[in-house]
């Protein structure tokens, strides 16, 4: 059982910044490939970024790229994602997942991930 808590987000005016932080439990949190996602009203949950259990592969959407920035710190079961010069169209409930497919290349959908934490807000005034 993993269980998988974030915090960090708020609403931010357009250019701002925010860093959202998962908080994961679980002895092998350094084995998963960690991601996140987001899901804004009336639309599917999305791909955000991705980072693989090491640390040394990142993956972002295309829109994201160049703004947000996914960082993990195995030694505190914890995943970040520094999200910068946003956009009113960032605005969404943002979640953290684990994958528990130890070894596994990084998915990109939203089904490919086994724990998911319960999301946060992030509002972005224009």
């Known amino acids: 059982q993993v269980q998988l808590v974030e915090s960090g987000g708020g609403l931010v005016q357009a250019g701002g910044s925010l860093r959202l932080s998962c908080a994961a439990s679980?002895?092998?949190?350094?084995?998963?490939?960690m991601g996140w996602f987001r899901q804004a009203p009336g639309k599917e949950r999305e791909f955000v970024a991705a980072?693989?259990?090491?640390?040394?592969?990142?993956y972002y959407e295309d829109s994201v790229k160049g703004r947000f920035t996914i960082s993990r710190d195995n030694a505190k079961n914890t995943v970040y994602l520094q999200m910068d010069s946003l956009k009113p169209e960032d605005t969404a409930v943002y979640y953290c997942a684990a994958d528990l497919r130890i070894g596994f290349t990084i998915s990109y959908d939203w089904a490919g991930y086994d724990y998911w934490g319960q999301g946060t807000q992030v509002t972005v005034s224009s």
């Open positions: 679980g002895r092998t949190f350094s084995r998963y490939n």
């Open positions: 980072i693989r259990w090491s640390g040394g592969n990142t």
